[in-house]
T-cell receptor, first 114, second 111 residues
Framework: SAVISQKPSRDICQRGTSLTIQCQVD?????MFWYRQQPGQSLTLIAT?????????ESGFVIDKFPISRPNLTFSTLTVSNMSPEDSSIYLC???????????FGPGTRLTVT | GESVGLHLPTLSVQEGDNSIINCAYS??????FIWYKQESGKGPQFIID?????DKRQGQRVTVLLNKTVKHLSLQIAATQPGDSAVYFC??????????FGTGTRLQVFP
């Protein structure tokens, strides 16, 4: 399985500001995804990060709020823009090699918005 | 660290007993299923997967059973240990090739 790291591991931010989360994988992967896990909840898919093109967003998530970059096959960023306390969650990067459906997750970024 | 799944269903088992965690899925077109284990403060950890053309798959101390007729998935853990305490999620690859998670179950192992 791929080794996935995320930065920062946690942050406390003020409302109205933005935070960019980085995801780095130790090998080239075909597919990268971003998920959100709100307190006490399951994981919800935010978007698929596409290399060299705009991310594909799920219903309820928009590019202006969650801009995503994926400049190459091992790196992606998710920005949480104009934050409010409702954005307090764990944000998780996930990857799939493409040869199988096996999908792996990073350790998550724990965001608290005050 | 912060507890994940404070409001999730909980299964309590005694150390050494077998655990069975159940999951219902909704999409009959789903072709692939994964069980994940999430410990407090960590990301989900891949445990075992199964394709829709199978009804059983075994790993080390774990077995996944798939009943497509009633759209039900279960994870069996043999000889449950304290280190098995975590939140367990089932997830399915749907017909748009996205991995979608179920609600999760918290497993508590007591001595």
């Amino acid at each position: 399985s791929a080794v996935i790291s995320q930065k920062p591991s946690r942050d406390i931010c003020q409302r109205g500001t933005s935070l960019t989360i980085q995801c780095q994988v130790d090998s080239q992967v075909t597919m990268m995804f971003w998920y959100r896990q709100q307190p006490g909840q399951s994981l919800t898919l935010i978007a698929t990060a596409n290399q060299g093109s705009e991310a594909t967003y799920e219903s309820g998530f928009v590019i202006d709020k969650f801009p995503i970059s994926r400049p190459n096959l091992t790196f992606s960023t998710l920005t949480v823009s104009n934050m409010s306390p409702e954005d307090s969650s764990i944000y998780l990067c996930s990857v799939r090699s493409g040869r199988t459906y096996e999908q792996y997750f990073g350790p998550g970024t724990r965001l608290t918005v005050t | 660290g912060e507890s994940v799944g404070l409001h999730l269903p909980t299964l309590s088992v005694q150390e050494g007993d077998n655990s069975i965690i159940n999951c219902a899925y909704s999409n009959s077109a789903s072709d692939y299923f994964i069980w994940y284990k999430q410990e407090s403060g960590k990301g989900p950890q891949f445990i075992i997967d199964i394709r829709s053309n199978m009804d059983k798959r075994q790993g080390q101390r774990v077995t996944v059973l798939l009943n497509k007729t009633v759209k039900h998935l279960s994870l069996q853990i043999a000889a449950t240990q304290p280190g098995d305490s975590a939140v367990y999620f089932c997830a399915e690859i749907n017909n748009t090739d996205k991995l979608i998670f179920g609600t999760g179950t918290r497993l508590q192992v007591f001595p």
